[in-house]
């Protein structure tokens, strides 16, 4: 005896739809573990993935009626596919290009600390030849160049210039705030600024090429 599944054609067409969101998913998880297993090159592995993304935005387009919920769908017929679910709902782009473009935010970011440090570098000696040696105009300086050195993750832990503006503000911060720094002191500070500074462009990658 046979049995239908549907009993017009617009369940039928339902029925087919889902199967094919079904293959879509199946297929978008073979694919991700394949990538993540090195079975399929990047180049392969972006171009099936954006295929696959395409025909699923517009499946689930003409399905957002019946199938409102992706993640309850896979989970009703049991699919198991929490990569394939993450790829085409979550993020909705291919593993490469995500990569790409954490990569590129992370250069961008760095760029931005690295241009805030010589910022403060500069700001801190321009101030210390202009006279600014007292305590209150010297340790917010300090402070954000110290700052902004710990924030950039290039720069190991025992950098100079880290050390360096560590022991000048633990130093400035028994003094009083109207306290200026002597002749000396602030020779000494300058030249131990210049001297980070030169350290610090020396550590950026490709300095001097």
């Not at 990569?103 to 403060?120: F, G, I, K, L, Y």
Request: glycine share 2%; proline share 3%.
């Amino acid at each position: 005896m046979e049995v239908k599944l549907w009993n017009d054609k617009r369940e039928r067409e339902m029925y087919e739809n889902f199967a094919e969101l079904f293959a879509i998913i199946k297929a978008t998880e073979k694919l991700e573990k394949a990538y993540i297993r090195d079975l399929i090159s990047p180049s392969e592995y972006e171009t099936e993935c954006q295929k696959l993304i395409v025909h699923f935005k517009t499946l689930s387009a003409t399905l957002k009626d019946m199938v409102p919920n992706i993640e309850r769908f896979a989970e009703t017929y049991k699919m198991d596919c929490s990569a394939a679910v993450y790829r085409l709902v979550t993020s909705g782009v291919p593993a490469t290009v995500e990569h790409r473009a954490a990569a590129s935010a992370s250069t961008s970011s760095s760029a931005s600390v690295v241009a805030e440090c010589v910022q403060n570098f500069i700001t801190s000696m321009d101030s210390l030849k202009l006279n600014m040696v007292a305590v209150d105009q010297v340790y917010p300086l300090l402070s954000d160049l110290s700052a902004s050195l710990n924030k950039l993750s290039i720069l190991p832990p025992d950098f100079e210039g880290k050390i360096k503006m560590k022991e000048w503000l633990l130093r400035l911060s028994k003094m009083g705030a109207s306290d200026e720094l002597t002749e000396q002191q602030a020779r000494q500070l300058h030249f131990d600024l210049e001297s980070s500074y030169n350290s610090f462009m020396a550590a950026l990658p490709n300095a001097g090429n």
